[in-house]
């Protein structure tokens, strides 16, 4: 998920299951959330995704989530206790960054300020809140 600040997901949910958290991340309300679909398509990045439906004895997914729709919440349930992502934290090459875009003092920032990264497919116009750096994005960006 991109997290965007202009996000097509969040406008037409018609359960407002979907939803912006003050600090800007995008999540879904697994209790709300009816399944339509809706966000699944209009999602231009193909960030979303269905939760199967699995038998009642399926632990892997808990029956709050089956038939819902999901997708990366930047571990909500990590940075509000002020811990970095997972994905962050356990990548082998210390590729990820994570941190507050408007804090001046945040390596983040400092990256993206200094045009070292920048978000895929930025003519969609969803201003996304994901930035990329390095190679190879000439190919995710339809060049």
Known sequence: ??????????????????????????LVDAE???????????????????????SPHDEAFPALTQ????KCDFCAHRIDRGVVPACVNTCPAGA????????????????????????????FETEPAVFYVGGGLDAFEGA
């Open 32 to 54: 709300r959330c009816i399944g339509c679909g809706y966000c699944v398509v209009s999602c231009p990045y193909g960030a979303r995704y269905f939760n199967p439906t699995a």
């Open 96 to 123: 990820r960054t994570f941190g507050d875009l408007s804090d001046a003092a945040a390596e983040v920032h400092r990256r993206v300020a200094e045009g070292a990264a920048r978000p895929l497919r930025p003519e």
């Open 67 to 70: 038939g819902t729709v999901d």
């Open 1 to 26: 998920c991109m997290q965007c600040n202009d996000s097509p997901c969040t406008t037409v949910c018609p359960v407002s299951a979907t939803y912006r958290t003050e600090d800007g991340v995008i």
